[in-house]
Every structure is written in structure tokens, then in C-alpha cells.
T-cell receptor, first 112, second 113 residues
Framework: DTGVSQDPRHKITKRGQNVTFRCDPI?????LYWYRQTLGQGPEFLTY????????KSRLLSDRFSAERPKGSFSTLEIQRTEQGDSAMYLC??????????FGPGTRLTVT | GEDVEQSLFLSVREGDSSVINCTYT??????LYWYKQEPGAGLQLLTY?????DMKQDQRLTVLLNKKDKHLSLRIADTQTGDSAIYFC?????????????FGKGTKLSVIP
């Protein structure tokens, strides 16, 4: 296992469309995180899973955002009715014990 | 990132030492981290320090933590052009159970050949 992978790496969509991103964590990592990073900023926490349970959600995660981790392995992040303000890099990280979070390469979303 | 602050830019000559500084506000932080991000890429975990330590060394990297002043620094010895990147300081707090990270805005390190 070479690390956290994310798909797609880039997504361009029109405003109002729905998009879904996938994250595959490092195998046997039971903790999975989603972050969002906009230009010139550090990543901001969106949500956290321990196994299949979504245990924390940031206030940044509006009702248009939903995340799942159905079998405690890969996770998906869906954004419905995208807005231009959703344009950002979406980063996934995984961890075994919580002290070391390893990040994937990110999915860059552009909403036109 | 409002709880973690970093200077935005640092420029050093190749071969010199770089020191990147960070201040944080949450005295309950459990771990403090340094991540490196190259253009268009994700974040690479460089090193981290537990909050009851005051120093950690790992090859060319030295982390110093002053818990009283809530100040964290990363020293890179013998800086190389490949070290040019954005460096993020981050803190985590275990009390909520998630160890979610709070990041600064990043320090862009430019290494002059």
C-alpha cells in the first residue's frame, strides 16, 4: 500500500451540478478525515470517520455536503448543487492512532 | 487557521539553515505538526511533537516547542532547493476524540541557489 489515494485528481463542473469524490485510505487505518483547502489558506477540517461511523462534522459542512464510509474502508464526499464558492482542493487523510495523519494528493474542484 | 499563526514568506540561501516559526493558542493541544506542501500536491507529514516534549530532532529537521509561549519552530539544516515549498504548522486536540488538525496559513520557503 503506497498511501492515501483520491479520485479524481481534478474535476471541473458547472454550477448546480452534483459531484462525488472518492478517498481510499491506507489499509487498516480506521480513522479517515476530509479537509478543504482554498488558495492561500491552510486546510480546514470538514468531517471525521472512525471505521464506518461519522463522528464529527464541521460547521463548514453545509447541508449540500454529505460524506459516507459504508464499510469502514473507502469514503466518498458528495457536493450537491455546487456553487462557485465550493471551488477548492478537497483533501483526505487517514490515521491509525490519531497522532499521524497521512494525506492524499487531493481533488481540485473548479465550479464554473 | 485563526488559532495558528505563521509568517507567510521566508527566503534563504542554499546551504544555510531555515527557521520557520509558528504560534498557537490552544494550550490543550496534544500534538503539534509540521507538514510540507509542494505546488499542486497534497501534504507531506514531516515531523510532529507531543506537547510534553520540548525538542525533537530528525536528520536535518529540528523542532522546538516552547509551551509557555505557545511557540513552535522548525529548523531545516543545510537547506536545499528541493526544500522550496509551503510549510504548514498544525495543532491537534485529543479531547474531542478525533485529533482533527487546525492549520496555519503556511509559510512559503524559497531557497536561493
Amino acid at each position: 500500500d503506497t498511501g492515501v489515494s483520491q479520485d479524481p485528481r481534478h474535476k471541473i463542473t458547472k454550477r448546480g451540478q452534483n459531484v462525488t469524490f472518492r478517498c481510499d485510505p491506507i489499509s487498516e487505518h480506521n480513522r479517515l478525515y476530509w479537509y478543504r483547502q482554498t488558495l492561500g489558506q491552510g486546510p480546514e477540517f470538514l468531517t471525521y470517520f472512525q471505521n464506518e461511523a461519522q463522528l464529527e462534522k464541521s460547521r463548514l459542512l453545509s447541508d449540500r455536503f454529505s460524506a459516507e464510509r459504508p464499510k469502514g474502508s473507502f469514503s466518498t464526499l458528495e457536493i450537491q448543487r455546487t456553487e462557485q464558492g465550493d471551488s477548492a482542493m478537497y483533501l483526505c487523510a487517514s490515521s491509525h492512532t490519531g497522532d499521524e495523519q497521512y494525506f492524499g494528493p487531493g481533488t481540485r474542484l473548479t465550479v464554473t | 487557521g485563526e488559532d495558528v499563526e505563521q509568517s507567510l514568506f521566508l527566503s534563504v540561501r542554499e546551504g544555510d539553515s531555515s527557521v520557520i516559526n509558528c504560534t498557537y493558542t490552544d494550550s490543550s493541544s496534544t500534538y503539534l505538526y509540521w507538514y510540507k506542501q509542494e505546488p499542486g500536491a497534497g501534504l507531506q507529514l514531516l515531523t510532529y511533537i507531543f506537547s510534553n516534549m520540548d525538542m525533537k530532532q530528525d536528520q536535518r529537521l529540528t523542532v522546538l516547542l516552547n509551551k509557555k509561549d505557545k511557540h513552535l519552530s522548525l529548523r531545516i539544516a543545510d537547506t536545499q532547493t528541493g526544500d522550496s515549498a509551503i510549510y504548514f504548522c498544525a495543532e491537534s486536540f485529543s479531547g474531542a476524540g478525533s485529533y482533527q488538525l487546525t492549520f496555519g496559513k503556511g509559510t512559503k520557503l524559497s531557497v536561493i541557489p
